[in-house]
């Protein structure tokens, strides 16, 4: 059974920075697709970033291109979320997701295409 645990949430200030980690157990990991989506105060959930197969590029929400930084270490099996200069609207739970299929790159966005979610990890922006 696959089973997906966010970290790394915290209280920051407007301008800052901050890491969260997805800690993954489970089968393959290396050939799952993974991603962040978030979810804010009565906002929709809404896409971050995406990660394929190591030879694909990352895909990221144009709010958080050049700010945020996807990436993987599947030694550990272990997803980042790099954030930057972080914005009063980035404060929101924090969710991974990962599915054992290749997507094709307009599907990496799409929330429903991923099988396995954690529960959040909560990140607060003060301004």
């Known amino acids: 059974q696959v089973h997906l645990v966010e970290s790394g949430g915290d209280l920051v200030q407007a301008g800052g920075s901050l890491r969260l980690s997805c800690a993954v157990s489970?089968?393959?990991?290396?050939?799952?697709?993974m991603a962040w989506f978030r979810q804010g105060p009565g906002k929709e959930r809404e896409f971050v970033a995406a990660i394929g197969w190591p030879n694909r590029a990352p895909v990221y929400a144009y709010s958080v291109k050049n700010r945020f930084t996807i990436s993987r270490d599947n030694d550990t099996n272990t997803l980042y979320l790099e954030m930057s200069s972080l914005k009063p609207e980035d404060a929101a739970v924090y969710y991974c997701?990962?599915?054992?299929?290749?997507?094709?790159?307009?599907?990496?966005?799409?929330?429903?295409?991923?099988?396995?979610w954690g529960q959040g990890t909560q990140v607060t922006v003060s301004s």
């Open positions: 997701a990962a599915v054992d299929s290749r997507l094709i790159i307009s599907s990496l966005r799409i929330g429903e295409r991923y099988k396995y």
């Open positions: 489970g089968r393959t990991f290396s050939t799952y697709t």
